[in-house]
Nanobody
């Protein structure tokens, strides 16, 4: 059974760092583009970052460029999102998702979703 599981969320002070993990079972992440999305309370789900499966090109939402880094570890069948210099506006539930298409912002294009992990940035 294909499944994605996120981990690594938590409570961090402004300026702090977290590394989110997205581990897959039942399929190989290398065959999919993997996106990270987030949803803050009362807001819609938005794309944060994506790594392609063809050449591992990476994409970032403008507000996280220079602070977040997406990467994949094929041996562990896991994709990571390193988040630095976190700000209160980064507070949200973070989801990873897999698509057999290219990295696209359309949520409906993603076939597999994790359950989400909470990130809270607060002093």
């Amino acid at each position: 059974q294909a499944q994605l599981v996120e981990s690594g969320g938590g409570l961090v002070q402004p300026g702090g760092s977290l590394r989110l993990s997205c581990a897959a079972s039942g399929f190989f992440l290398d065959n999919y583009a993997i996106g990270w999305f987030r949803q803050a309370p009362g807001k819609g789900r938005e794309g944060v970052s994506c790594i392609s499966h063809s050449d591992s090109s990476t994409y970032y939402k403008e507000s996280v460029k220079g602070r977040f880094t997406i990467s994949r570890d094929s041996a562990k069948n896991t994709v990571y999102l390193q988040m630095n210099i976190l700000q209160p506006e980064d507070t949200a539930v973070y989801y990873c998702a897999a698509t057999s298409e290219l990295c696209v912002p359309s949520i409906s294009s993603y076939e597999y979703w994790g359950q989400g992990t909470q990130v809270t940035v607060s002093s």
